[in-house]
């Protein structure tokens, strides 16, 4: 009797994970929570950073700005050759490289989606509320 209640319980779990389905590639995946965008500091600059090795914020804001497996809209003003012509930081040699440190013909797929490290700065309450201290208060005492 409990071998077939095992086979039975078996059985049932394997058409349960038949039944899931999984995405094939990542443009038949859909975001199923909208981001929420805040307004963004005004005239920022350059927002120190809080941790070692922390990558730069966003000064500005990011609505509409899109980055894409086909579109990388950051790069209009931050690439190596408008950088200097729109003012705004360029984009450090280290995102041309691949893991091995060659150079890559662009912008190496391992650092393509700006938007993974280089978040927009904004002032909202947070959601959790921590005790962080940044480095520099922590140095200070």
């Known amino acids: 009797m409990r071998k077939i209640l095992a086979l039975i319980l078996?059985?049932?779990?394997?058409f349960a994970v038949a039944e899931t389905q999984v995405?094939?590639?990542i443009n038949s995946t859909v975001?199923?929570?909208?981001p929420a965008y805040t307004n963004p500091v005004k005239d920022a600059g350059n927002i120190a950073t809080t941790f070692p090795f922390q990558p730069p914020l966003v000064p500005h804001s990011i609505r509409?700005?899109?980055?894409?497996?086909?579109?990388?809209?950051?790069?209009g003003c931050h690439s190596p050759e408008v950088s200097s012509t729109t003012g705004a930081t360029r984009v450090p040699e280290s995102h041309f490289m691949d893991r091995d440190g060659k150079r890559t013909e662009g912008t190496s797929p391992r650092r393509y989606f700006c938007l993974q490290c280089h978040v927009q700065q904004t002032e909202v309450n947070p959601i959790v509320q921590n005790k962080f201290?940044?480095?520099?208060?922590?140095q200070g005492k």
Do not use: F, M
Not at 31 to 34: G, L, M
Not at 64 to 75: D, I, P
Not at 133 to 138: F, Q, Y
């Open 10 to 14: 078996t059985a049932l779990a394997g």
């Open 23 to 25: 995405a094939k590639d």
């Open 31 to 34: 975001e199923s929570v909208a």
């Open 64 to 75: 509409g700005l899109q980055v894409t497996a086909n579109a990388n809209q950051c790069l």
């Open 133 to 138: 201290e940044t480095i520099r208060d922590h």
